[in-house]
Protein backbone atom coordinates (compact mmCIF):
# COMPACT_ATOMS: atom_id res chain seq x y z
CA UNK A 1 0.00 0.00 0.00
CA UNK A 2 1.48 3.39 -1.17
CA UNK A 3 1.98 5.82 2.39
CA UNK A 4 0.30 8.59 1.89
CA UNK A 5 2.85 10.44 4.32
CA UNK A 6 6.53 9.67 4.07
CA UNK A 7 8.90 11.18 6.49
CA UNK A 8 12.35 12.00 5.31
CA UNK A 9 14.77 12.70 8.05
CA UNK A 10 18.42 13.81 6.80
CA UNK A 11 20.51 12.55 9.72
CA UNK A 12 24.27 13.28 10.16
CA UNK A 13 26.02 12.15 13.29
CA UNK A 14 22.60 12.19 15.33
CA UNK A 15 23.44 8.74 17.22
CA UNK A 16 21.99 10.66 20.65
CA UNK A 17 18.71 11.97 19.37
CA UNK A 18 17.78 9.82 16.38
CA UNK A 19 16.31 6.82 18.68
CA UNK A 20 14.10 9.49 20.32
CA UNK A 21 12.89 11.15 17.41
CA UNK A 22 11.90 7.86 15.62
CA UNK A 23 10.33 6.47 19.01
CA UNK A 24 7.99 9.85 18.44
CA UNK A 25 7.27 10.08 14.84
CA UNK A 26 6.40 6.08 15.11
CA UNK A 27 4.39 6.34 17.87
CA UNK A 28 2.47 9.74 16.69
CA UNK A 29 1.88 8.19 12.75
CA UNK A 30 0.68 5.18 14.72
CA UNK A 31 -2.24 6.76 16.10
CA UNK A 32 -2.94 8.31 12.66
CA UNK A 33 -5.45 6.51 10.48
CA UNK A 34 -3.52 7.34 6.90
CA UNK A 35 -0.58 4.40 5.49
CA UNK A 36 3.13 6.12 6.25
CA UNK A 37 6.72 5.47 6.14
CA UNK A 38 9.68 7.49 7.46
CA UNK A 39 13.25 7.54 5.61
CA UNK A 40 16.77 8.31 7.46
CA UNK A 41 19.24 9.12 5.48
CA UNK A 42 22.35 8.90 7.15
CA UNK A 43 25.01 11.23 5.39
CA UNK A 44 28.36 9.95 5.94
CA UNK A 45 27.57 9.46 9.67
CA UNK A 46 30.50 8.15 11.22
CA UNK A 47 28.92 7.10 14.05
CA UNK A 48 26.19 4.95 15.37
CA UNK A 49 23.17 6.83 13.32
CA UNK A 50 23.17 4.43 10.49
CA UNK A 51 22.91 1.21 12.64
CA UNK A 52 20.22 3.04 14.69
CA UNK A 53 18.39 3.72 11.56
CA UNK A 54 18.70 -0.15 10.10
CA UNK A 55 17.56 -1.75 13.97
CA UNK A 56 14.37 0.05 13.32
CA UNK A 57 14.00 -0.92 9.79
CA UNK A 58 15.10 -4.37 11.01
CA UNK A 59 12.20 -4.28 13.12
CA UNK A 60 9.11 -2.62 11.39
CA UNK A 61 9.37 -2.06 7.34
CA UNK A 62 7.86 0.95 7.58
CA UNK A 63 11.00 3.04 8.61
CA UNK A 64 14.20 2.43 6.18
CA UNK A 65 17.36 4.00 5.80
CA UNK A 66 19.95 5.13 3.01
CA UNK A 67 23.53 5.17 3.86
CA UNK A 68 26.39 6.27 1.86
CA UNK A 69 29.93 8.07 2.46
CA UNK A 70 31.37 10.14 2.76
CA UNK A 71 29.31 13.04 3.67
CA UNK A 72 27.77 14.78 1.20
CA UNK A 73 25.79 17.80 2.76
CA UNK A 74 22.12 18.16 3.93
CA UNK A 75 21.15 19.10 0.60
CA UNK A 76 22.44 16.09 -1.35
CA UNK A 77 20.79 14.07 1.81
CA UNK A 78 17.20 15.77 1.50
CA UNK A 79 17.19 15.04 -2.29
CA UNK A 80 18.40 11.34 -2.16
CA UNK A 81 15.42 11.16 0.02
CA UNK A 82 12.30 13.25 -1.20
CA UNK A 83 13.44 11.20 -4.50
CA UNK A 84 13.37 7.60 -2.97
CA UNK A 85 10.39 7.89 -0.68
CA UNK A 86 7.12 6.67 -1.79
CA UNK A 87 4.51 8.83 0.05
CA UNK A 88 1.74 10.80 -1.49
CA UNK A 89 3.10 13.79 0.99
CA UNK A 90 6.71 13.95 2.02
CA UNK A 91 7.74 16.32 4.74
CA UNK A 92 11.18 17.16 5.38
CA UNK A 93 11.60 16.92 9.44
CA UNK A 94 14.84 17.45 11.27
CA UNK A 95 16.23 15.02 13.85
CA UNK A 96 15.96 17.33 16.24
CA UNK A 97 12.42 17.83 16.17
CA UNK A 98 12.97 21.08 16.92
CA UNK A 99 9.78 21.43 15.38
CA UNK A 100 7.39 18.84 16.86
CA UNK A 101 5.93 15.69 14.48
CA UNK A 102 2.21 17.25 15.65
CA UNK A 103 2.50 19.86 13.76
CA UNK A 104 2.28 18.50 10.83
CA UNK A 105 -1.48 18.94 11.82
CA UNK A 106 -1.12 22.62 10.59
CA UNK A 107 0.59 21.78 7.32
CA UNK A 108 -2.40 19.68 6.28
CA UNK A 109 -5.30 21.81 5.36
CA UNK A 110 -3.43 24.02 2.44
CA UNK A 111 -2.32 20.81 0.89
CA UNK A 112 -6.29 19.81 1.24
CA UNK A 113 -7.12 23.59 -0.71
CA UNK A 114 -4.81 22.42 -3.35
CA UNK A 115 -1.21 23.59 -2.27
CA UNK A 116 1.32 22.18 -3.68
CA UNK A 117 4.12 23.11 -0.80
CA UNK A 118 3.29 24.02 3.01
CA UNK A 119 6.70 24.88 4.86
CA UNK A 120 6.49 25.81 8.90
CA UNK A 121 7.65 29.50 9.52
CA UNK A 122 8.98 30.88 13.14
CA UNK A 123 8.85 34.40 12.40
CA UNK A 124 4.77 34.48 11.67
CA UNK A 125 3.20 36.10 15.07
CA UNK A 126 0.95 33.36 15.66
CA UNK A 127 3.85 30.94 15.27
CA UNK A 128 5.17 29.98 19.62
CA UNK A 129 8.98 29.87 20.07
CA UNK A 130 9.41 27.96 23.44
CA UNK A 131 12.86 28.09 23.03
CA UNK A 132 14.45 30.84 21.18
CA UNK A 133 17.90 30.20 19.85
CA UNK A 134 20.59 32.52 20.67
CA UNK A 135 20.08 36.35 20.06
CA UNK A 136 23.15 36.67 17.59
CA UNK A 137 21.28 33.53 15.52
CA UNK A 138 18.32 34.66 15.54
CA UNK A 139 19.85 38.76 14.25
CA UNK A 140 22.12 36.72 11.67
CA UNK A 141 18.78 34.76 10.61
CA UNK A 142 16.67 37.63 9.94
CA UNK A 143 19.29 39.31 8.20
CA UNK A 144 19.78 36.67 5.88
CA UNK A 145 16.08 36.56 5.02
CA UNK A 146 16.33 40.10 4.34
CA UNK A 147 18.59 38.72 1.19
CA UNK A 148 16.54 35.65 0.31
CA UNK A 149 13.38 38.75 -0.12
CA UNK A 150 15.80 40.50 -2.06
CA UNK A 151 17.43 38.23 -3.97
CA UNK A 152 15.45 34.90 -3.88
CA UNK A 153 11.62 34.49 -3.14
CA UNK A 154 9.67 37.69 -1.66
CA UNK A 155 6.71 37.32 0.38
CA UNK A 156 8.24 34.36 2.83
CA UNK A 157 9.64 35.09 6.14
CA UNK A 158 11.83 32.11 7.00
CA UNK A 159 13.14 29.49 4.40
CA UNK A 160 15.64 27.62 6.44
CA UNK A 161 12.70 26.27 9.26
CA UNK A 162 13.71 22.06 8.50
CA UNK A 163 9.68 21.48 8.55
CA UNK A 164 8.13 21.21 4.78
CA UNK A 165 5.42 19.27 3.27
CA UNK A 166 5.40 18.72 -0.36
CA UNK A 167 3.19 16.57 -2.55
CA UNK A 168 4.78 13.77 -4.36
CA UNK A 169 4.26 15.36 -7.79
CA UNK A 170 5.94 18.75 -6.93
CA UNK A 171 8.89 16.36 -5.49
CA UNK A 172 9.03 15.31 -8.82
CA UNK A 173 9.77 18.54 -10.04
CA UNK A 174 11.57 20.47 -7.29
CA UNK A 175 13.96 18.20 -6.34
CA UNK A 176 15.88 16.83 -9.43
CA UNK A 177 16.25 20.62 -10.93
CA UNK A 178 18.17 21.01 -7.00
CA UNK A 179 21.80 21.54 -7.17
CA UNK A 180 23.19 22.80 -3.87
CA UNK A 181 24.40 19.86 -1.99
CA UNK A 182 24.69 22.11 1.22
CA UNK A 183 22.23 24.21 3.61
CA UNK A 184 21.01 26.46 0.72
CA UNK A 185 19.06 23.84 -0.37
CA UNK A 186 15.99 25.14 1.58
CA UNK A 187 15.80 28.58 -0.57
CA UNK A 188 17.03 26.71 -3.57
CA UNK A 189 13.90 24.24 -3.50
CA UNK A 190 11.49 27.20 -2.70
CA UNK A 191 12.52 29.29 -5.52
CA UNK A 192 12.41 26.90 -8.01
CA UNK A 193 8.73 25.54 -6.48
CA UNK A 194 8.20 29.50 -7.46
CA UNK A 195 9.76 29.17 -10.94
CA UNK A 196 7.17 26.32 -11.48
CA UNK A 197 4.72 28.19 -10.55
CA UNK A 198 3.52 26.41 -6.80
CA UNK A 199 1.41 28.13 -4.30
CA UNK A 200 3.41 27.93 -0.96
CA UNK A 201 2.05 28.19 2.07
CA UNK A 202 3.57 29.62 5.38
CA UNK A 203 2.13 28.05 8.08
CA UNK A 204 2.81 29.46 12.36
CA UNK A 205 4.29 26.56 14.50
CA UNK A 206 5.41 25.68 17.21
CA UNK A 207 9.28 25.60 17.74
CA UNK A 208 11.42 24.72 20.32
CA UNK A 209 15.59 25.27 19.41
CA UNK A 210 17.84 22.43 19.77
CA UNK A 211 21.10 22.85 21.10
CA UNK A 212 24.06 21.05 18.51
CA UNK A 213 22.66 22.13 14.98
CA UNK A 214 25.04 21.84 12.42
CA UNK A 215 25.05 25.09 10.82
CA UNK A 216 28.22 27.61 11.60
CA UNK A 217 27.08 30.60 11.10
CA UNK A 218 29.95 32.41 9.74
CA UNK A 219 31.59 29.60 7.44
CA UNK A 220 27.44 28.37 6.26
CA UNK A 221 26.18 31.83 6.56
CA UNK A 222 28.90 33.04 3.76
CA UNK A 223 28.80 30.08 1.68
CA UNK A 224 24.70 30.44 1.64
CA UNK A 225 25.03 33.97 0.78
CA UNK A 226 26.93 33.21 -2.63
CA UNK A 227 24.94 30.82 -3.30
CA UNK A 228 22.05 32.48 -3.31
CA UNK A 229 23.61 35.36 -5.34
CA UNK A 230 24.64 32.61 -7.70
CA UNK A 231 20.77 31.01 -8.16
CA UNK A 232 19.58 34.99 -8.89
CA UNK A 233 22.63 35.48 -11.47
CA UNK A 234 21.60 31.78 -13.09
CA UNK A 235 18.08 33.09 -13.45
CA UNK A 236 15.01 30.88 -13.79
CA UNK A 237 15.87 29.20 -17.21
CA UNK A 238 19.20 27.74 -15.40
CA UNK A 239 17.65 27.13 -12.27
CA UNK A 240 14.73 24.77 -14.18
CA UNK A 241 17.30 22.33 -16.04
CA UNK A 242 17.28 19.24 -14.65
CA UNK A 243 20.46 18.15 -12.66
CA UNK A 244 22.56 15.65 -14.14
CA UNK A 245 23.23 12.66 -11.70
Known sequence: MTPRLTVVIPAYNEEVRLGPTLDRIGAYLSAQDYPWSVLVV??????????????????????????????????????????????????????????????????????????????????LRESNLEIRQPLYRELLGRAFNGAVQTLGIRGIADTQCGFKLFTASAVREIFPRCKLDGFSFDFEALMIARDLDYRIAEIPIRWRHQEGSKVRVLRDGSRMLLDLVGLRLRGKRQRMMIRVP
Not at 68 to 89: C, E, I, Q, S
Open 42 to 123: SDGSSDQTAAIAKAYADADSRFGLIAYTPNRGKGHAVRRGMLAATGDFRLLSDADLATPIEEIEHLWPPMAEGYEVAIGSRP
